[in-house]
């Protein structure tokens, strides 16, 4: 009979054939079949002085549960010990980018030959910079969907009408791209450090190429304008003169192109009163 205190999984898979396990895609989660041990959850009350033993580790966890390693010849005389609540298999975990893009509605909105797409619209980011070699921001010919990407923190080129950074065409970002990352990021240096505006253009408009498909962004065929604020200052990110610069640097430039833009602003502050208005 299976023990009570082991969750069914857990019960099922020291039941299952090494075959069986490896077929699975859950059965083998947490088990070493080089060590025959497994990694478990467990939850106990009681001194945590009582979860240890020969060949077992524990690491105790806040409110009364625990990682525990051991063997899996031991996990039944383990669940018999006074402490011992429940022990629990671990589970894999997924990205939710499905999820999150079926709970938003933008799966039906893009699903259909009348699906849309991006194509012909502008996306601009204002942010920390985008790591232009990520497959997501390339076309299928390899060549890049971003047309221009000013970087603040660059001296030495600023876009007309402007007095601060780097202006970087879809030239230049392509020339950058057939050199290779090495030589590429000497023609055009701009990083992404904090991978916050990778990230936030990612989910705007990535085209999912780096993962087949499967973590598309909304905008998928659109093209990209990318603004990188000035470096952070002393306890601070960059200021607010910056991100206004680079709004209208964006809205500017989709004015000369003739085409409309969805401009994304994921910086911003508290100032400000909080009195709710009457």
């Given amino acids: 009979m299976p023990d009570q205190k082991v969750d069914n999984l857990l019960n099922l898979s020291m039941d299952a054939t090494p075959k069986e396990r490896e077929k699975s895609e859950n059965l083998n989660v947490?088990?070493?079949?080089?060590?025959?041990?497994?990694?478990?959850?467990?939850?106990?009350?009681?001194?945590?002085?009582?979860?240890?033993?020969v060949g077992i580790e524990v690491v105790s966890l806040l409110g009364g549960y625990?990682?525990?390693?051991?063997?899996?010849?031991?996990?039944?005389?383990?669940?018999?010990?006074?402490?011992?609540?429940?022990?629990?298999?671990?589970?894999?975990?997924?990205?939710?980018?499905?999820?999150?893009?079926?709970?938003?509605?933008?799966?039906?909105?893009?699903?259909?030959?009348?699906?849309?797409?991006g194509e012909e619209i502008l996306v601009g980011v204002?942010?920390?910079?985008?790591?232009?070699?990520?497959?997501?921001?390339?076309?299928?010919?390899?060549?890049?969907?971003?047309?221009?990407?000013?970087?603040?923190?660059?001296?030495?080129?600023?876009p007309e009408g402007y007095i601060r950074g780097t202006e970087y065409t879809k030239d230049k970002i392509d020339e950058a791209l057939a050199f290779g990352e090495t030589e590429g990021r000497h023609l055009v240096p701009t990083r992404d450090s904090s991978g916050h505006g990778t990230a936030v253009l990612g989910?705007?408009?990535?085209?999912?190429?780096?993962?087949?498909?499967?973590?598309?962004?909304?905008?998928?065929?659109?093209?990209?304008?990318?603004?990188?604020?000035?470096?952070a200052r002393q306890n601070s990110f960059p200021r607010t003169t910056e991100l206004m610069e680079g709004i209208d640097y964006l809205v500017r430039q989709a004015v000369k192109m003739g085409r409309p833009i969805a401009v994304n602003i994921s910086f911003g502050n508290n100032y400000g009163s909080h009195e709710p208005y009457n």
């Avoid at 070493?32 to 002085?49: A, F, M």
């Avoid at 989910?203 to 470096?231: C, E, F």
């Fill in 203 to 231: 989910i705007a408009a990535g085209n999912g190429r780096a993962s087949d498909g499967v973590n598309r962004g909304i905008a998928y065929k659109s093209d990209l304008l990318v603004v990188k604020m000035g470096n």
């Fill in 30 to 53: 947490g088990y070493d079949p080089k060590t025959r041990r497994w990694d478990v959850i467990v939850k106990y009350s009681g001194p945590e002085s009582g979860l240890a033993g």
């Fill in 126 to 158: 204002v942010d920390s910079g985008v790591d232009y070699f990520h497959p997501d921001f390339r076309n299928e010919d390899g060549s890049s969907r971003i047309l221009k990407l000013w970087d603040q923190s660059i001296p030495g080129n600023p």
């Fill in 66 to 117: 625990a990682i525990v390693t051991l063997p899996e010849s031991e996990i039944d005389a383990y669940s018999n010990r006074e402490q011992i609540e429940f022990i629990e298999k671990p589970k894999r975990l997924y990205f939710e980018t499905l999820e999150e893009r079926a709970a938003s509605c933008i799966l039906p909105v893009q699903a259909g030959n009348d699906g849309l797409t």
